[in-house]
DNA sequence: ATATCTGCAAATCGTTTGCATGGAA
DNA sequence: TTCCATGCAAACGATTTGCAGATAT
């Protein structure tokens, strides 16, 4: 997670300009643990930044997600979701709910490390969902 | 895998009829380990099925998966694909050719079962995907 | 000053749906 | 015979794009 001043240097090293949206794209995401669409960044904003469009979300999380701020989930739904936390972790998603957890874990390092030499790859990244039902529903049957 | 005779007992015992397009595209799924989409499906089995449309894939496919024939990938892209290999294993996708290949993985259930104590999930599934450069683009720099 | 960004609307494209016909049971 | 499945075309919905005006540097 990112302060809004570390955020706008990052922006600039990378050419990229500091609006107002970005910043409150990227507050609103590390201030979150529920991984919002496009469509639930738009609408927590437009209260606060009425003028501001879907389209300049899917720009801004697209430019964000390229100087490596944020990062793109697919847990198999019909659009993507987001997350400010890059730290390395999974995801859970309850199949009832739909609600999308972090998960904590354990350094990857030795795993990524044997499946290079496993796969002769160059690993940069990975992503690991897990499928379930969570707490909650199990209670309701 | 399963044979044409499996998987048509498999259809007929969860209620789905066994049709020509259903075996074909199941039988392509089978022989490939390139995790196609939809659309490249539909484009290979073109030749064989004239007549078959896009939409008879993307039914068929979801009726596969429902019966657990066959498991849908997102890696990310625009498009699913999707695999017939059911059993547990990691994918690895080159960022550069776009490849998607199959890792071997050691039982998870450890891993599974862990998380479900430290979580309160039932899970269910998971997906994990690997993202980096293959061998091959490798050597093209 | 000028290159980039925003907001709007239209376009795109993967996927889904409705419906009449065809085929499996 | 009775559903269920297919194929076609139209609909849908998430995301992208083009462009004119606005804004960051």
Redesign the interface.
């Known amino acids: 997670m990112l302060s809004a001043i570390e955020l706008a240097t990052k922006l600039r090293e990378n050419g990229c300009k500091v609006t107002p949206q970005r910043l409150a794209i990227y507050d609103m995401l590390s201030k979150t643990t529920e991984h919002p669409t496009a469509e639930t960044i738009y609408n927590k904003l437009k209260p606060l930044y009425p003028a501001m469009s879907l389209a300049t979300v899917y720009k801004s999380v697209e430019v964000l997600e390229k100087i490596d701020a944020i990062q793109?989930l697919?847990?198999?739904e019909d659009s993507f979701r987001y997350d400010a936390n890059v730290a390395q972790h999974?995801h859970?998603k309850?199949?009832h709910c739909g609600r999308v957890?972090d998960?904590p874990c354990q350094d990857l390092k030795p795993l990524?490390e044997n499946?290079?030499k496993?796969?002769?790859?160059?690993?940069?990244?990975?992503?690991?969902?897990?499928?379930?039902?969570?707490?909650d529903c199990?209670k309701q049957h």
Do not use: D
Not at 118 to 135: A, D, E, L, M, R
């Open positions: 793109v697919n847990t198999g999974f859970i309850c199949m957890m998960v990524v499946l290079e496993k796969t002769q790859f160059t690993i940069t990244g990975q992503q690991v969902y897990f499928y379930g039902i969570c707490p199990q």
